[in-house]
């Protein structure tokens, strides 16, 4: 585990970054065979919000292919400096999205996985069609706790955004997203994700993702389906308080 943010050399960093994500896959792997599922069934995204492209590019080199971001500034240029680098990623957002940052994030992002409201949805809707050859591909964000400070949709709402997704042009419908409430039991959230995400595939089949989980309860995640799991902390180590 790395303590605070780095300093030293490419070499250290890389053999540190190995031993953490090696340490990663061996959780992820003991959760799927806990939980009786296949080896491989759950797909890794680092999280590397404030940490720098030359992470990321070395999180490339050692095998990761999916990476998380949650502010489009930041994003926006850490993903044309690895595209500039000839590194093709799987980018997905998963920080709260401003309207007017829709067609920004459509441009590099493959996947938004915080989607949770109608505007939303026609926002990037409009964008995604304005600067993407394909559809974005877009998750709903629910909320476990109904707290709207942390974003998520609750109760029929669900199924209003998700069907205004499906039948959007610019957007693919892929899926929940979800975070585990504070102070709750993380498998009581996840268990009730897990209730949500097969009521939306049973309308939209298609819809087979399940983001949940992070450094501190992705077994649980696992144990309740998830099949993409979002970690940071556990990959890069404690993220500097003053960025």
């Known amino acids: 585990m790395i303590a605070g943010r780095w300093v030293g050399t490419e070499d250290w960093r890389r053999a540190q970054l190995a031993a953490n ?9 003991a959760a799927c065979q806990a939980a009786g599922r296949p080896a491989g069934s759950v797909t890794l995204t680092a999280v590397t ?23 489009d500034q930041e994003a926006s240029g ?30 590099y992002a493959d996947v938004v996985e915080s989607v949770d409201s109608l505007r939303l949805v026609a926002a990037l809707d409009r964008a995604a069609a304005a600067v993407r050859g394909e559809p974005l591909e877009v998750l709903i964000q629910v909320s476990l ?4 400070a942390r974003g ?11 069907d205004a997704v499906a039948s959007s042009d610019g957007l693919r419908l892929g899926g929940l ?9 993380p ?7 897990a209730e949500l995400a097969g009521q939306l595939v049973a309308t939209h089949p298609g819809a087979t993702t399940v983001s949940a989980g992070m450094s501190g309860d992705l077994e649980e995640a ?16 404690m993220r500097n308080s003053l960025r």
């Open 49 to 71: 919000k404030t940490y720098p492209a030359s992470d990321v590019l070395l999180l490339a080199g050692l095998g990761v292919t999916d990476v998380g971001e949650n502010k």
């Open 145 to 148: 706790d109904g707290d709207p």
């Open 177 to 185: 997203m979800a975070v585990a409430p504070l102070g709750q039991e």
């Open 222 to 237: 696992v144990r309740h389906g998830a099949t993409h799991v979002r970690i940071g902390t556990s990959l890069l180590g």
């Open 152 to 162: 998520g949709v609750a109760g029929d709402d669900l199924w209003r955004v998700s």
């Open 187 to 193: 498998g009581q959230a996840f268990a009730r994700l």
């Open 21 to 29: 994500l090696e340490h990663v896959h061996e959780r992820i792997a």
């Open 78 to 107: 850490k993903a044309a400096e690895v595209s500039a680098a000839g590194v093709r990623l799987r980018w997905h957002f998963v920080g709260q999205v401003q309207r007017n940052k829709a067609k920004s994030i459509s441009a």
